[in-house]
Structures are given as C-alpha cells and as structure tokens.
C-alpha cells in the first residue's frame, strides 16, 4: 500500500512561503534591534547576552528553514522524516548551546571571585 500523496494546491504552498518569508524577516529585524540594544549598554552579562542572542537567532533561522522545507513535503513520509531530522538536530544543539553558556556563566563566576587590586 503506497503513503498518499499530500494534496496542496500551488497557491497554498506560495502563500505558506511568502509568509515564512515574511515572519523571517522581521524576526530579522528583532534580531538586529536586540543586539544594538544589548551593544549599547555594556554590563557583565553582555558577552552571555549576546551569545543567548545568537542561539536564539540560530535556531529561529533553522525552523524558518525547517518550515520551507515541510511545505515542499509530498508525502507523510516525507513529512515524518523532514520533522524527526529537525528535532534531532535541535537536541544536538541544545545540547551544544547549554555546554557553551554554562562555560560562559562558570567563567564569568570566577571573574567575579577574583580580587580586584
């Protein structure tokens, strides 16, 4: 028995991406505001600021791509496989990302620790 084919008129699958599109790009220009702001007044926590901010932006462009790529799914196969791809990436990269804020949070501490002469 073959998986049927999924149904979506062409039209459907345009406005799906222009609207990826669309919420991309100001998600973008999020982006773009929140790092000037976190620029502009320097702190301890800028470096580890920037660094969430940079995550964030990572995995925000990943599931813009995630999306455009279930749009252009032909079959629940595809779909299926499109989506356990992007979740086992993203354990990777939690992962990954925790490692480095901890170490930027572990660091931070014994800058904190150390006299100031």
Request: proline share 4%.
């Amino acid at each position: 028995m073959s998986e049927p084919k999924l149904e979506v008129p062409a039209e459907l699958r345009d406005l799906a991406e222009k609207t990826i599109d669309q919420a991309e790009r100001a998600f973008g220009m999020f982006f773009e505001a929140a790092n000037k702001s976190v620029a502009a007044i320097p702190n301890p926590g800028t470096e580890i600021s920037k660094q969430a901010l940079s995550f964030t932006e990572q995995n925000m462009r990943a599931a813009f791509e995630h999306a455009r790529k279930l749009v252009h799914a032909t079959d629940l196969q595809e779909a299926l496989h499109i989506q356990s791809e992007f979740l086992r990436s993203q354990f990777t990269n939690a992962g990954e990302h925790m490692r480095q804020i901890t170490g930027e949070v572990m660091s931070a501490a014994k800058d904190t620790m150390k006299p100031k002469f």
